[in-house]
T-cell receptor
Framework: TQLLEQSPQFLSIQEGENLTVYCNSSSVFSSLQWYRQEPGEGPVLLVTVVTGGEVKKLKRLTFQFGDARKDSSLHITAAQPGDTGLYLCAGVRGAQKLVFGQGTRLTINP | EAEVAQSPRYKITEKSQAVAFWCDPISGHATLYWYRQILGQGPELLVQFQDESVVDDSQLPKDRFSAERLKGVDSTLKIQPAELGDSAMYLC????????????FGPGTRLLVL
């Protein structure tokens, strides 16, 4: 049973377009993290959102935590080829236990 | 910048053989995690250490997997005997302490069992 569902699982768009990736759960998390993973490498933390309704911006990336702390979204504006990668959301539970979604594989075509 | 080190980066083995992976966390990080990431999925926690003690190994298949962190620094994950379904990326991560949110991941060991 996947506690965190990410959608879409695959996304291929042209450079310059905007996109949104979703992370949904029926469970409440104390916080939620977004990671990007390059092929053959470990995930790298992009952001942690803690408060329901929180919005964080990281250059062209905007992260939002749902009011009920069960869901989150990642919006990328004017996508670039360097944004290509696997985007993972992870809910934080208990003593820093991370529960990962299955990931969204994003490809930005030049 | 300090990084989590893992070795080997790649391992090919035959089923029923034993394999071992090594992880050296960031210096001073008390908490160490081993994850398994099957292709196309997100990482799943196998075992979590706080210093040399196991905090959570509820998802570790203990009939064939074992993990140790004898001196509370580096750690070894072993599989014996390996099965075809064990083919995956094995990721190690570390954090400052049990209640420190940021986990830093190593590059992983990609295992292929033939």
């Amino acid at each position: 049973t996947q506690l965190l569902e990410q959608s879409p699982q695959f996304l291929s768009i042209q450079e310059g377009e905007n996109l949104t990736v979703y992370c949904n759960s029926s469970s409440v998390f104390s916080s939620l993290q977004w990671y990007r993973q390059e092929p053959g490498e470990g995930p790298v933390l992009l952001v942690t959102v803690v408060t329901g309704g929180e919005v964080k911006k990281l250059k062209r990336l905007t992260f939002q935590f749902g009011d009920a702390r069960k869901d989150s979204s990642l919006h990328i504006t004017a996508a670039q080829p360097g944004d290509t990668g696997l985007y993972l959301c992870a809910g934080v539970r208990g003593a820093q236990k991370l529960v990962f979604g299955q990931g969204t594989r994003l490809t930005i075509n030049p | 910048e300090a990084e989590v080190a893992q070795s080997p980066r790649y391992k090919i083995t035959e089923k029923s053989q034993a394999v071992a992976f090594w992880c050296d966390p960031i210096s001073g990080h008390a908490t160490l995690y081993w994850y398994r990431q099957i292709l196309g999925q997100g990482p799943e926690l196998l075992v979590q250490f706080q210093d040399e003690s196991v905090v959570d190994d509820s998802q570790l298949p203990k009939d064939r997997f074992s993990a140790e962190r004898l001196k509370g620094v580096d750690s070894t994950l072993k599989i014996q005997p390996a099965e075809l379904g064990d083919s995956a990326m094995y990721l190690c991560a570390s954090s400052l302490g049990l209640h420190q949110e940021t986990q830093y991941f190593g590059p992983g060991t990609r295992l292929l069992v033939l």
